[in-house]
C-alpha cells in the first residue's frame, strides 16, 4: 500500500496517506473500499471501528467462514494456560506473525463465535459456541479463560484468542520461530539482551519480566540466543 523506494519515502507516505493498490494482488472493489475507509487521515471522517465491522467485505468474509470451527479448542486452551509466562508471550508475538492463510480457520472460527461482532470474545460467547459445536465444556472452564485473557480486559481480543489456540505445527515452523527472535533481538545482533527483552514485553512488574528472561536464559549468560527460544517454544508444560 505504501510502496516506496526507502524507508523515509514510505514514511512520507504514511504521514500524507498516500497508498495504492498496485502490490495487491487483485484486490476487490470491497476489499479497497474498507481499506480507504480505514486510513482515512482525518479522525473525524474516519468511520467508526463498531461501522467498518458491519461492511459489506468482512460480512462477506463470514459467510465464507462459516461451517469452519477449529477441533479440540478446550485442550488448546487449556495448554495455553499451562504454558510458561515467557511462551505465553512468544505466542502472542507468533499470534502477530503468521500468514492470513496458515491461520484461516482460527480466524474463521474467531469471527463465529463473535456473536456481536465486537472484535472481543466474552466467556459467555465462548461457552456457547463451544457447546453450539459440541464441546464438552469442562468445570474449570473460565480459569482457562481467565488465564488466556492476558491483558485481564474481561474478554479476550483476537490476538489473545490466536495466541491461545495456535497448533504446535503452526508456532513451531522456523520462519514463525526466526520472525519471533528478531522481534526481540532489536539490534540484530543474533542474540536478546535484558534491556532488548524489557522494551518488547509491555509489562509494569519488572520482577515478573526478570523471572520471564532468566527462564529462557538457559545457560546463564545474560542473553536468549535462537537456540534457546526454540528450547522453550518445544518444551511442554505439565498439565495443571
Not at 33 to 46: E, G, H, Y
Not at 147 to 171: H, K, M, N, P
Not at 187 to 207: C, H, L, N, T, W
Request: proline share 2%.
Amino acid at each position: 500500500l505504501f510502496f516506496a523506494v526507502d524507508e523515509a519515502s514510505i514514511l512520507e507516505r504514511v504521514k500524507s496517506g498516500s497508498f495504492d493498490f498496485d502490490e495487491m494482488e487483485d484486490p476487490t472493489d470491497e476489499a479497497m473500499d474498507i481499506i480507504n475507509q480505514m486510513l482515512t487521515i482525518d479522525p473525524v471522517a474516519r468511520p467508526s471501528a463498531k461501522s467498518l465491522l458491519e461492511h459489506a467485505w468482512l460480512e462477506s468474509s463470514k459467510a465464507e467462514g462459516e461451517g469452519r470451527f477449529a477441533k479440540n479448542l478446550v485442550a488448546r486452551l487449556r495448554k495455553f494456560r499451562a504454558a510458561s509466562q515467557f511462551k505465553k508471550v512468544a505466542l502472542s508475538l507468533a499470534a502477530q506473525l503468521e500468514r492470513d492463510e496458515d491461520i484461516r480457520e482460527l480466524q474463521d472460527t474467531f469471527i463465529t463465535l463473535d456473536k456481536d461482532a465486537s472484535g472481543t470474545l466474552t466467556h459467555n460467547e465462548i461457552s456457547e459456541g463451544l457447546a453450539s459445536h459440541g464441546a464438552k465444556l469442562p468445570k474449570d472452564l473460565a480459569d482457562i479463560l481467565a488465564a488466556v485473557d492476558t491483558d485481564g480486559s474481561g474478554s479476550i481480543d483476537y490476538t489473545e484468542f490466536i495466541a491461545a489456540t495456535l497448533t504446535r505445527r503452526q508456532y513451531l515452523r522456523e520462519e514463525v520461530l526466526w520472525a519471533s527472535f528478531r522481534t526481540f533481538d532489536l539490534d540484530g545482533d543474533g542474540k536478546i539482551s535484558r534491556e532488548e527483552f524489557e522494551q518488547v514485553v509491555a509489562m509494569s512488574d519488572k520482577d515478573d519480566i526478570t523471572k520471564m528472561f532468566e527462564e529462557a536464559d538457559l545457560n546463564g549468560d545474560d542473553h536468549i540466543d535462537f537456540h534457546e527460544l526454540c528450547v522453550m517454544m518445544r518444551k511442554s508444560a505439565s498439565p495443571s
